[in-house]
């Protein structure tokens, strides 16, 4: 069952019960008010015809005979019936049990069935009943009498066709109730539609979440509504957001990670083929002894080649991964000092700037790439220039070579891992294939830029902007 | 003489091939790319090409149809070990594909039979005073003739083909009994010692401790 399914029901059958109880209430009161309206109206006539025979009879004086006394009863009593007419009121009188006269169109002998009545006292000397006769509702009420001294008993009994007012009753109650289902109905109908609506972005927001579990971590619910269900939607979309965020991040550095080490296990491969190579040529093969010393220095060649690949590997991979925050203002004198003293000849510094703002060690590194790479691509004794300065905002790094440049096709590739403008002369420098991947993810770790500005035959020029700290 | 074709851009592999091809008793050339390796075979006839894969100019696989086309059979040495590149090496109809770091070993034995596949020779070994009749099958100490099981006569050329050249048991194993028998090494052994028994060659196969065996010639 549904979660609207549940609340409308519940709030129906709440709904039903108390207004049902609320109309059978007002209904009840109703009826019994009516009634007693007609018992209250049979008992002022009966005591109007009792008082008015009585008073009737007495004021005739004198004593009569039993007979006399009936006659005289009956007398002032039709007379009394002719004048107290009203619809439905029937008046009847009997004398010691018997009939003197019935006004009544029913059986008089229906309306003295007195045995299953209590007998009338002084408190209460009305006695009603009622009846059902023909189809109709009769209320019977009925009171004794006496006259002057005589013990003769007379009765009076006023019927009162309350069919009128039993069908009144019934149609209240039909009205009453039907009122009330069609109420229920319709509030059932709105409270259903209702919560329909209200509920539904929930139903949206699973089938969301079983298809951002199911890997389509695009998705959104976009739910508009302002209530409490309308918080939940945008709580989740904000959830999905950073998951989707997440997932996508670790799926790059997941990407670059499996390219590196599918680039790596392939570049391992060259030196170890030359280790293996030589060694077992060393091994199994009848060399003279100058054969031997080619074989032995090409192992230790190929070993220094892994090494420097192994170690320019870890460097990247410790870059990828997150490197402590070590940014600090540092003096540029000491990163010049430090690189003068590696590369004392060749190398001009121009330094403008007083601070750099970052890692001392990664931009150092940063640095004696660009200069390491410069001077590899440089002929002879031409110079290569170090510049770094602040312009707008940005400490700006710039090394400058007259070396053979980088054709224009390459310019793009060459801050990939492993990629290399001429293959043969790099590795014969000594090259991994990762000087420039480094420096450009150091200088993107920085939150800056490494641009290159080449022309072949003539210059390279590597420039690496990183935001200098304002004060 | 045997002439091979060494193409690999790579220098220290391209001299680590040439120095074992020579010392094996090929005569070779080297080329470092595709373009040099076409210019090559434009020049002069080869008995077997020893091709790498990723070359400048033009990869191994373009090489393929020249080589094809001057009647050169291929044996690919590459660091792409993916299958895909092996079934495709092989699919063009190269004799084999070997990917590095591989045995150097290993691909003398691999060019030696396709050497001799494509040359048939019923020739006639001779080392240090025993003779191999191919053709026959016949083995000959001092003139008289040596009855050999096959495995020994087997071992036997492995052993003379390749003088002074230190094999390891299990590459004996795989070379002449076959990569699909599981034999021990102690087989090896056994052979060997049969061997020394009915050529009297206890000095002659010298076992190299913790290596193999070779067989030791005086070259001239």
Known sequence: MKLWQKISAVSIAVTLLTMSTAVSAIIAIQASARRRADEEQIRSSIDVFCSNCVSAVSAQGGVYRDVTLQSMVQFYFSQFASVLRYENVYYSLSADGEYLFNLCPYDPALLSEQHSLPESTEEEPYLFRTLSEQGESLLVCSRSFTVSQSQQEFRVYITKNVSETERQITRYRLIGFGTLAFACAVSALLTALLLRSALKPIALLTKTADAISKGNYRLRTDCSSHDEIGQLSAAFDRMSEAMEGKIDSLDQELEQKEFLIGALSHEIKTPMTAVVGYGETLLRMPLDREQQMVCAGKIVEAGRRAETLSRKMMELISLTEQHPDGKRQFLVSGLVESLRSVYPQRVRFAVKAEFVYGDETLLYSLTANLIQNSLRASPGNTEVTVSIEEKGGFTVIEVRDQGCGIPPEHIQHVTEPFYRVDKDRSRKAGGAGLGLAICSRIAAWHGGTLDIESRVGERTVVRVSIPALTT | ?220
């Open chain 2, 1 to 220: 003489m045997y002439k091979i074709l060494i193409v690999e851009d790579d220098p220290s592999i391209r001299q680590l091939l040439e120095m074992n091809f020579s010392v094996a008793g090929y005569q070779c050339d080297t080329a470092a790319s595709g373009k040099e390796a076409l210019d090559q075979i434009a020049g002069q006839s080869y008995d077997l090409a020893v091709l790498d894969i990723m070359l400048p100019e033009a990869d191994g696989f373009e090489l393929f149809p020249h080589m094809e086309k001057a009647g050169i059979p291929v044996i690919y040495v590459s660091a792409k070990g993916g299958e895909a590149d092996r079934v495709k090496g092989l699919r063009l109809g190269a004799e084999d594909y070997l990917v590095k770091p591989f045995s150097i070993l290993e691909l003398l034995v691999r060019m030696e039979k396709v050497l001799e596949r494509r040359n048939p020779k019923n020739g006639v070994i001779e080392v240090c005073g025993v003779k191999i009749l191919q053709g026959e099958r016949m083995v000959l100490a001092g003139g008289e003739r040596v009855e050999l099981k096959p495995m020994e006569y087997a071992l036997l050329l492995m052993l003379a083909k390749h003088p002074n050249i230190v094999f390891s048991r299990e590459q004996l194993l795989n070379e002449v009994w076959g990569e699909e028998y599981f034999g021990e090494t102690r087989t090896v052994d056994n052979h060997i010692a049969a061997l020394r028994r009915k050529l009297n060659w206890s000095e002659r196969i010298v076992t190299v401790h913790r290596v193999g065996y070779k067989l030791e010639v005086t070259l001239p």
